[in-house]
């Protein structure tokens, strides 16, 4: 079976419980184990399906090292939407005629870091949604490849906080953007425009994401003498185990079909497809303490280390890696944090879980180690990449010293 074929989801079941055990008592926990085998295989069947798109990786959803490397080494470009993933990406080994800059109210600092990137590798192409964007890039010199993020006015996904098609934060007015465009010709080498919608999208919200880009390929009519529409990402996974996972097939065809008379290449930017479901985050059981409303579940992760059930009401499965077949008892599983918010999930029916069990949370690839965080001074987790019979670590576990290297090197500090 090629990568290609791979199954369209790898759920939490999947994962081998003993060698997951294994790495908890090697490299402690929490702990986030990335399957590089994984990454290949999600990239290798988004690339199939979208045989006549130049796929680039989102990087935000996980900018980890190895993590960038392996999915750039199976044959993505990465698309960065800040300074510091360009410079990260570049450090993971990126060429950097293989990045792309999309900015979003970008600090002076990073476009002075983008413009000094082009100024050595005119093949970058930069994007912006705001003309004083546009005017900011010419004061500093620019006059390269440029692309114009524009907003349909129609978000789609799987939550408020995601949909950005409709969000007047991104890209240009739908309206302004043929004006824009005749005057960014002037001024810049203009090669394309660029949308990202949504993020999330299953097979469900293919009709929403449809009508989203179907009028981005509308504008490229109108626009006309494009190099790329870039339609960014927004591919989702199913985080429920009964959830079906997008038909990326049915995805690639529906793209297909509404930039069908657009006369450029289509790009797309996924993230959370390639990455997600090659995360699973091991944590360990300290506390057990039944109440007359739910059984408390203590374990040593917490929000810290995963955010997004606390930032966006997220589902993620939770497996007793341990305790697999016990009966299952309602439970509510939350971390070390004094807040209530530090929660992965609220009386939900999970095998019976004990002190000292090990319980992996799934799905955690994408958008989990990128927003950990010190609140609370937790030093942030560990992670081993897995690849084939090999696991090695692949960012070592945060110390105390960590927590105060900041200030211990400020001059101020006293
Ligand atoms: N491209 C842009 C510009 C984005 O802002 C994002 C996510 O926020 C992505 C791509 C990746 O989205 P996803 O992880 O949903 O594929």
């Not at 990073?110 to 000094?116: G, P, Q």
């Not at 996904?157 to 005057?183: I, Q, S």
């Not at 010190?374 to 560990?382: G, K, L």
Request: proline content about 6%; charged content about 30%.
């Amino acid at each position: 079976m090629s990568d290609a074929d791979s199954p369209a989801v790898k759920r939490l079941a999947d994962w081998d419980g003993e060698r997951l055990e294994r790495l908890a008592e090697q490299h402690d926990t929490p702990l986030y184990v990335m399957d590089h085998d994984r990454l290949r295989e999600n990239f290798d069947r988004f690339d199939a399906a979208f045989d006549f798109a130049h796929v680039m990786y989102a990087a935000k959803a996980n900018t980890g090292r190895e993590v960038v490397r392996t999915l750039y080494d199976a044959g993505a470009d990465v698309e960065c939407a800040a300074a510091g993933e360009l410079d990260r990406a570049l450090k993971a080994g990126v060429a950097p005629e293989d990045l792309q800059y999309t900015a979003v109210n970008p600090p002076d600092g990073d476009l002075d870091y983008a413009v000094d990137l082009w100024e050595d590798t005119p093949e970058l192409t930069i994007t912006a949604g705001a003309e004083m964007t546009l005017d900011r890039l010419e004061a500093r010199g620019f006059d390269g490849r440029l692309s114009l993020r524009v907003n349909p006015g129609i978000g789609t996904g799987h939550h408020e906080k995601v949909a950005t098609g409709k969000d007047a934060k991104f890209g240009l007015p739908y309206d302004e953007v043929p004006r824009v465009a005749e005057e960014a010709r002037e001024r810049f080498d203009f090669v394309g425009l660029h949308a990202h919608v949504g993020s999330g999208v299953l097979s469900e919200d293919l009709d929403d994401h449809r009508r989203a880009l179907g009028k981005v390929a509308d504008l490229a009519e109108r626009v006309g003498d494009l190099e790329f529409v870039d339609l960014g990402g927004g591919f989702g996974v199913p985080y429920r185990p009964d959830e079906p996972p997008l038909d990326i097939e049915e995805a690639a065809e529906m793209v297909r079909e509404v930039t069908a008379d657009v006369d450029a290449t289509i790009a797309l930017e996924p993230g959370r497809y390639l990455v997600a479901d090659a995360g699973a985050l091991l944590t360990r059981v300290n506390t057990i303490k039944e109440t007359p409303e739910t059984r408390v579940v203590g374990v040593d992760a917490g929000l810290t280390d995963m955010i997004r059930p606390a930032m966006f009401d997220s589902y993620h499965h939770i497996r007793n890696v341990t305790g697999g077949d016990r009966e299952a008892v309602e439970s509510s599983v939350g971390g070390p944090l004094c807040t209530s918010a530090d929660v992965f999930c609220t009386d939900r029916p999970i095998p019976r879980p004990e002190a000292e069990d090990l319980l992996a949370i799934g799905n955690v690839g994408a958008y989990g180690i990128n927003l950990t965080s010190q609140f609370h001074s937790q030093p942030r987790p560990a992670e081993v990449a897995i690849e084939g019979d090999e696991a090695r670590l692949t960012r070592r576990r945060e110390t105390f010293e960590d927590l105060t290297r900041l200030e211990d090197e400020a001059p101020g500090t006293r």
